[in-house]
């Protein structure tokens, strides 16, 4: 029984974590930076550095927990894929090299510049890897429980 429960909290975290860094990304892209855009005073600056602030804490959360609750379900489901084959592996992979490019990217940008109007496109990059991060691991799973499968 303790497992079951193990592994929902693990679970928990690592949709949890992710939608920390998605919605957090999708607050900047979609409001922050064209709202950045239209104010331009200390008073807008002092606002993106709080958002930038406090972001930062959450991402480095969030990231953490990606990494402990990812590297948990590969013990639990790593057999699985395996036995899915290459392609499973290779999307898997795919998975992983965005996430850890949008990790990269966010981590670098500090939110000031990210939200500088200039910055829209890699923005829209940022958004983009994580939007495909989530869809691949909506593959994934499918993949796993079998209910899908590639060519």
Same mark, same amino acid.
């Given at each position: 029984m303790a497992?079951?429960?193990?592994f929902?909290?693990m679970?928990?975290?690592h949709v949890? @974590? ?7 990304l #999708? ?6 930076g064209?709202v ?6 200390? =008073?807008a /600056?002092a606002?993106?550095?709080r958002? =930038?602030?406090?972001y930062?804490?959450?991402l480095?959360? /969030?990231?953490?927990?990606l990494i402990? @609750?990812g ?5 639990i489901?790593?057999? #699985?894929?395996?036995?899915?084959? &290459?392609?499973?592996?290779? +999307?898997?992979?795919v998975?992983?090299?965005f996430a850890? #490019?949008?990790f &990269? ?5 500090? *939110?000031?510049s990210?939200v500088?109007?200039? /910055?829209?496109?890699w ?6 890897? /994580?939007?495909?991060? *989530?869809?691949? &691991?909506? *593959? +994934? ?6 209910d899908?499968?590639?060519?």
């Open positions: 497992y079951g429960i193990f929902v909290l679970r928990w975290l949890g @974590s992710a939608a920390l860094v998605v919605g957090g #999708a607050l900047i892209v979609l409001s922050a064209p950045r855009c239209l104010i331009d005073n200390n =008073e /600056a606002v993106i550095r958002i =930038e602030l406090r930062r804490w959450v480095a959360a /969030a990231v953490l927990g402990i @609750s590297v948990f379900q590969w013990v489901f790593g057999q #699985a894929y395996q036995g899915l084959g &290459a392609k499973a592996l290779g +999307l898997l992979s998975k992983i090299l850890t #490019a949008l &990269a990217l966010l981590w670098a940008f500090q *939110v000031e990210m500088h109007p200039k /910055a829209r496109t923005r829209l990059v940022n958004l983009s890897l /994580a939007v495909l991060v *989530v869809m691949l &691991a909506g *593959v +994934l799973r499918y993949m796993r429980l079998g899908i499968g590639l060519p």
